[in-house]
Nanobody
Framework: VQLQASGGGLVHPGGSLKLACAAL????????MGWFRQGTGKDREFVASISWSGVRTGYGDSVKGRFTISRDNAKNTVSLLMSSLSPEDTGVYYC????????????????????WGQGTLVTVSS
């Protein structure tokens, strides 16, 4: 499986943006999926994760209540809807995948993921 993230761009503070992650070369129906981000000069940070069933989700503290992760296994895609954006949300956003036999599992740490996309840049600025 290869991942391709898209949807990044420039958005004003308070605005919204939706990122997409498309899986190529295989199905992600048995993969937990995650989003991470990395700002300039910062470590990569966990943003959100979703189990392969879509039933369970997890979010980083800084995005809870503002971001929503979802998936469409039929279309082999995962999305991240970001709202109430602030300049602190600026960074390169990466999608990642982890194959698992457990339909309810999602993962919070970079080392738990085996497949990574190339990243898409989100800039929040007035």
């Amino acid at each position: 499986v290869q991942l391709q993230a898209s949807g990044g761009g420039l958005v004003h503070p308070g605005g919204s943006l939706k990122l997409a992650c498309a899986a190529l070369g295989g199905s992600i129906s048995r993969y937990a999926m995650g989003w991470f981000r990395q700002g300039t000069g910062k470590d990569r940070e966990f943003v959100a994760s979703i189990s392969w069933s879509g039933v369970r989700t997890g979010y980083g503290d800084s995005v809870k209540g503002r971001f929503t992760i979802s998936r469409d296994n039929a279309k082999n895609t995962v999305s991240l809807l970001m709202s109430s954006l602030s300049p602190e949300d600026t960074g390169v956003y990466y999608c990642a995948a982890r194959e698992t036999e457990f339909e309810g599992n999602y993962y919070l740490y970079e080392a738990q993921y085996r497949v990574w996309g190339q990243g898409t840049l989100v800039t929040v600025s007035s």
